[in-house]
């Protein structure tokens, strides 16, 4: 039994891949449903998916080191079945609404604000335990069942990690574009769509991820594991010493992880990859909603959002390769700063496209049911978007491998949970940028933000890369051996 946690057999790969396919394909689908859902529900306004939005990422924000606690105390495949079941049912209860909203018209100028605030309340609660869920689910599967079961080898590491990326990116390019054309065509069969196939798939993840349990003895060993509902009287002194131990030392119980996360030695790369959160410039739902708003059909934005998907899975195949000729900490610079610059430029064109002497015209278009551009400079700055993934996934890889591979089996958990809340955190900060300025008009200020908080996460982690590498930029050998000649040379001719 033990050959098997020191190889990453198909048997396994393949279990894995189908229950992450299946929990990426209904979170991705519901997610950007969701916002095109109210969207079109509520026309002309940005304020009901940002409010929605908005407490679904407070919740996790601060829930999720509650959440990594419950990971660390239960057994992994009860964890992970529970996140399973709440997502579905969470899911499955806003489609209800969903359909409820679209039948009784609650978008209509008639209806009345408390009816309309109680439907987006409902929405938000249902988000809310979806979104906790599914903090659960990433930081049980991603972080934790991923490196156990590749043990020892980096090699099984990447791969797994650059696998499990693309089934998240695939899932992202092709739910999001089959919802948006079929919106296109009957926005009711949509919602019962979705409600169909979440309740058709939660069976299937049920099993899949029990089987790959059984086939990874490694995932049944772990310190103080609760099983089930019942806790044994052994692992109730276990905590209960671990609680005394907490309690006598200098840092509170409630503020270890925190502590943990804060003095761990990739706190920086961390907090940088969390930095990145902060944005409206990438297609979710804000600028989903900002392209509907000022002239984009939903089935172009879904080609476009295929298109920025494609180069996200090229950051899949591009950044291993990368980190394998230059190595991880490199890779993330080269990465990071491409992701700046893509950034800058796109909120410099959506700042130009608001202003009263740009002069932008709107672009013609012969084929008015895939391609309506609002102007010359949105459409720059799609296209500068688009390119930034390639940056923000290529950089995603690297930090994760350094986070995989540097923090402690020990304080894994504690250190994903704490770095999911942050990361929340900065997902917050986003919405309320779109609540702040919810018309199109002023849009460029939340772009003009996120450009920031990406020039910062750059800055950050310049700064852990000096402190590991103790320089900025690689200095090639050729250059290096010219360097060292030239010198030689001046001391030979001082010394003549």
């Known amino acids: 039994m033990e050959s098997r946690n020191m190889a990453l057999t198909n048997d396994i790969l393949v279990r894995v891949c189908i229950s992450h396919f299946l929990s990426a394909w209904n979170s991705r689908i519901f997610e950007y449903s969701a916002v095109l859902f109210l969207t079109s529900i509520f026309p002309g306004t940005l304020l009901p998916p940002s409010v929605y939005a908005l407490w679904r990422a407070c919740s996790a924000m601060i829930l999720a080191p509650a959440m990594g606690r419950q990971v660390d105390k239960t057994n992994r495949l009860v964890v992970v079945r529970r996140s399973i079941t709440f997502q579905r049912a969470a899911v499955a209860c806003s489609c209800v609404l969903f359909v409820a909203m679209i039948v009784l018209n ?42 156990v079961i590749a043990g020892s080898s980096t090699a099984d590491l990447r791969r797994l990690n650059s696998i499990m990326r693309r089934i998240d990116l695939f899932c992202k390019m092709a739910g999001p574009l089959a919802i948006s054309f079929l919106i296109g065509f009957t926005l009711l069969g949509s919602v019962w769509t979705l409600l169909i196939l979440n309740v058709v798939s939660v069976f299937v993840e049920y099993f899949t991820i029990a089987r790959v349990y059984r086939l990874v003895p490694a995932l049944a060993t772990r310190a103080s594991v609760v099983d089930h509902e019942g806790v044994c009287d052994s692992a109730d002194d276990g905590l209960l010493a671990a609680e005394n131990d907490i309690s006598g030392s200098a840092v509170p119980a409630s503020a270890s992880p925190l502590s943990t996360y804060i003095h761990h030695d990739l706190f920086l790369p961390s907090i940088a990859l969390s930095c990145l959160y902060f944005t409206v410039l ?15 059909k939903p089935s172009a934005v879904g080609v476009l959002r295929t298109a920025s998907v494609l180069f996200e899975l090229s950051a899949t195949w591009i950044a291993p390769i990368v980190m394998k000729k230059i190595g991880a900490i490199r890779g993330g610079l080269w990465f990071i700063n491409w992701q700046a610059i893509c950034c800058v430029v796109a909120a410099v064109a959506i700042l130009h496209s608001r202003s009263p ?61 704490v770095e999911s809340s942050i990361q929340n955190f900065f997902e917050l900060l986003s919405f309320a940028s779109t609540i702040t300025f919810d018309k199109p008009a002023v849009f460029a200020v939340p772009a003009c933000l996120s450009a920031n908080s990406v020039i910062v996460a750059a800055i950050l982690y310049a700064v852990y890369a000096r402190r590991t590498r103790k320089h900025f930029l690689h200095c090639p050998s050729w250059l290096g051996r010219r360097v060292a000649t030239t010198a030689q040379d001046t001391v030979l001719f001082s010394a003549s």
Do not use: H
């Open 106 to 147: 609650v978008g209509a100028s008639a209806t009345s604000m408390l009816m309309k605030a109680g439907f987006i309340a409902m929405l938000s609660a249902f988000a809310c335990v979806e979104k906790l869920a599914s903090i659960m689910n990433t930081v049980s599967v991603e972080r934790d069942w991923v490196v």
């Open 282 to 296: 990438n297609f979710g739902g804000q600028f989903v909603a900002y392209l509907l708003t000022v002239g984009y």
């Open 357 to 417: 002497s740009s002069g932008d015209a709107p672009i013609e278009s012969t084929d008015k049911f895939l391609f309506v551009f609002a102007s010359k400079t949105t459409a720059a700055a799609v296209v500068a978007v688009v390119c930034s993934r390639i940056g923000l996934w290529g950089f995603d890889l690297c930090a994760q491998l350094l986070i995989q591979e540097g923090v402690e089996p020990e304080s894994r958990t504690a250190f994903s949970s």
